[in-house]
């Protein structure tokens, strides 16, 4: 069982930076995409960013394009997200997946095309 371990959340200031990682235990041939999501309080979990390990295809959500950097260190089993110029509507609880599952060339979108979860890191962005 792939265990994923996410560090990083914080409080920050509305315009702030913070980098969130992901760790996987290990790296299996069934793992093809590594993704991010957020879950805000009374609302849905949603698709933020993902990024296929080899190739290193991107997909992010438009509100965080810009902002956001996905990027992914093989050697060490691990996934970034780089979130620059943090808004209060980024508040949220940020989970790490990983999945086997691919949409075309890029890794998915769907929460129930990842296989593995994280236990989730709060990220607080106050105005």
């Known amino acids: 069982q792939v265990q994923l371990v996410e560090s990083g959340g914080g409080l920050v200031q509305a315009g702030g930076s913070l980098r969130l990682s992901c760790a996987a235990s290990?790296?299996?041939?069934?793992?093809?995409?590594m993704g991010w999501f957020r879950q805000a309080p009374g609302k849905e979990r949603e698709f933020v960013a993902a990024i296929r390990w080899n190739p290193g295809y991107i997909d992010m959500t438009d509100s965080v394009k810009g902002r956001f950097t996905i990027s992914r260190d093989n050697a060490k089993n691990t996934v970034y997200l780089q979130m620059n110029s943090l808004k209060p509507e980024d508040t949220a609880v940020y989970y790490c997946?990983?999945?086997?599952?691919?949409?075309?060339?890029?890794?998915?979108?769907?929460?129930?095309?990842?296989?593995?979860w994280g236990q989730g890191t709060q990220v607080t962005v106050s105005s």
């Open positions: 997946a990983a999945g086997r599952m691919l949409v075309g060339r890029y890794p998915p979108r769907g929460p129930y095309e990842y296989d593995h």
């Open positions: 290990e790296r299996t041939l069934s793992i093809l995409a």
